[in-house]
């Protein structure tokens, strides 16, 4: 903040960009994992009758409103109806289903977000992408830069206060 003439004035509100804080695109939803080598008999071999009454036994209560993390921790081979048997259970239990480990999982629904950020809030913007956001990595900015390069004047990485300029259009280019 500056001080001139008696009045205390923030350059950051004034500057005129628009934070994008990836953070805020996570769902906040717990993830659980389903872990198929549990299911598996000797740790190799998944056969259908156990693997249904395992399913069958399932608590809705637990997996409610809940995102699920499917996937296999150890090489087995996991015969494909195993995963639309697990994927149609915990659906019908009120769960969300995707194929992958949590993090993996947190990791596509944050690509996805991205996909789904809405251009018209970002056309000829000055863009900074928020440095200090827990749940990104090199993917998800990359993914974040594609989709808005195309409509942004600029884009920075960083704070408001202190940035990386990693885009400004061209001044004779248009707009996407």
Request: glycine fraction near 6%; include cysteine; aromatic fraction near 6%.
């Amino acid at each position: 903040m500056e001080q001139a003439s008696g009045a205390i004035r923030n350059r950051v509100d004034e500057s005129g960009l628009t934070a994008l804080d990836l953070d805020d695109l996570i769902l906040q939803k717990p993830v659980m994992r389903f872990d198929l080598a549990e299911c598996l008999e000797n740790g190799l071999i998944l056969r259908e009758k156990p693997f249904r009454e395992t399913l069958k036994n399932l608590h809705p209560e637990e997996w409610a409103d809940k995102i699920v993390a499917l996937h296999c921790s150890n090489d087995a081979i996991i015969p494909e109806w195993a995963w639309m048997l697990a994927t149609s259970q915990l659906t019908a239990c009120g769960a969300s289903v995707a194929i992958g480990t949590p993090s993996g999982v947190k990791q596509t629904l944050l690509l996805e977000a991205i996909q789904r950020l809405p251009l018209e809030e970002f056309t000829d913007a000055r863009i900074v992408i928020k440095g200090c956001s827990s749940g990104t990595n090199a993917e998800s900015l990359a993914a974040a830069i594609r989709h808005l390069q195309p409509v942004a004047l600029s884009i920075f990485y960083g704070e408001p206060c202190s940035t990386v300029p990693v885009y400004k259009r061209p001044k004779n280019q248009a707009k996407n």
